[in-house]
């Protein structure tokens, strides 16, 4: 994982690249968010049933704040909460390129509904949002 993360960073050819159910752990995919700073190819990402930890996802969150390319994202089947739906959100309000962000069957709350919820008020570009089997109440919606 690690060393994938630094051929992405300088990799002109690749668009997509699907990691679903690999054990790849926080450093791995902390790589691959610092790669998605500078990547200018890879269109989509798949990272669904990782084991994505906090960390891991906050580096994501940080790296699509900068990224330019990146239009598709699959972080479902993570056990995402809501620091890390926090921390997607603030991202999302930076990012002017992703359309299709799946967190489905993670563990975000209201919290994280919210600040996904806002961050679509000034997000122009988001699509497809799937929040499905979350643990999303009223509080989210408001």
Request: glycine share 8%; charged share 20%.
């Amino acid at each position: 994982g690690v060393i994938l993360g630094k051929l992405l960073t300088n990799d002109q050819t690749h668009t997509s690249l699907n990691l679903d159910h690999n054990q790849l752990g926080n450093k791995a995919v902390q790589a691959l968010a610092e790669a998605l700073k500078t990547n200018t190819t890879l269109t989509q990402l798949s990272l669904r049933s990782i084991e994505l930890g906090e960390k891991a996802c906050t580096a994501l969150a940080e790296a699509l704040k900068t990224n330019k390319t990146l239009q598709i994202l699959d972080l479902g089947s993570n056990e995402l909460d809501n620091k890390s739906g926090r921390a997607l959100g603030e991202a999302l309000k930076a990012n002017a390129t992703l359309s299709f962000l799946s967190l489905f069957q993670n563990q975000l709350g209201d919290e994280a509904g919210a600040a996904l919820g806002f961050a679509l008020k000034t997000n122009k570009t988001l699509n497809w949002l799937n929040l499905d089997s979350n643990e999303l109440g009223d509080e989210a919606g408001k």
